[in-house]
């Protein structure tokens, strides 16, 4: 079944965390991975050219051949999954989890002929599309100026950037994560006093 890449899929704030978060609960018994069926990368790389084209300065996301990529794809995204939420728990990077991230960032901007960063084209010339891969690669070393920002949402365990001015935001995407948190905790208040109710009708008796 094809994945329907909404906009909550892209909370994360960057294309390197929303690509970490193609992982869905991580290490929970009932997480997934929305790349098993690796057709779904060309799929997310369509949709993200669109939802991070802010982030790419509007520069398009190729992904022709997923199969061939999915093994650089997939190395980026754990490593960076690890690198930044060990750093989020620890408080820090691990220097342990830098050389798998550097080097699997590496081994897709090996002879590249691209030209990055550069003022309002931060990834190359919008005229012509960038390899996802390329692209990942980039958003993924970027999050390494933003350690400050990185956050875990409590609800979903998705890594997301705090870009609020006090940067005091709770979850990645407060209309899902926030009103369903919110949610079980009315139904638990509910259940309990219920609870209550019923302990006090059996004292009456």
Not at 16 to 28: E, F, I, K, P, S
Not at 182 to 194: D, L, P
Request: charged share 25%; net charge positive.
């Amino acid at each position: 079944m094809t994945v329907s890449w909404t906009p909550h899929r892209f909370s994360g704030g960057l294309l390197a965390l929303d690509t970490a978060n193609t992982v869905v609960m991580r290490g929970d018994a009932a997480g997934f991975d929305r790349f098993a069926d690796v057709a779904e990368i060309a799929r997310f790389a369509e949709a993200a050219s669109a939802f991070r084209a802010t982030e790419l300065g509007g520069r398009r996301l190729a992904a022709p051949q997923p199969e061939r990529i999915a093994p650089a794809v997939l190395e980026i995204r754990e490593a960076t999954d690890r690198l930044f939420r060990n750093a989020v728990v620890a408080g820090g990077i691990a220097t342990d989890d830098m050389p798998p991230f550097l080097r699997a960032c590496a081994s897709v901007l090996s002879g590249g002929t691209d030209r990055i960063g550069a003022a309002g084209t931060p990834f190359g010339d919008p005229a012509t599309p960038i390899a996802f891969e390329v692209a990942l690669a980039v958003s993924a070393l970027s999050l390494l100026g933003e350690l400050s920002r990185l956050r875990i949402c409590p609800n979903c365990r998705w890594l997301f950037l705090d870009r609020s001015r006090n940067a005091s935001r709770v979850w990645c995407d407060m209309a899902v994560c926030g009103n369903r948190r919110k949610a079980r905790r009315h139904y638990r208040r509910r259940i309990a006093a219920g609870g209550k109710a019923a302990a006090r009708e059996v004292d009456n008796v």
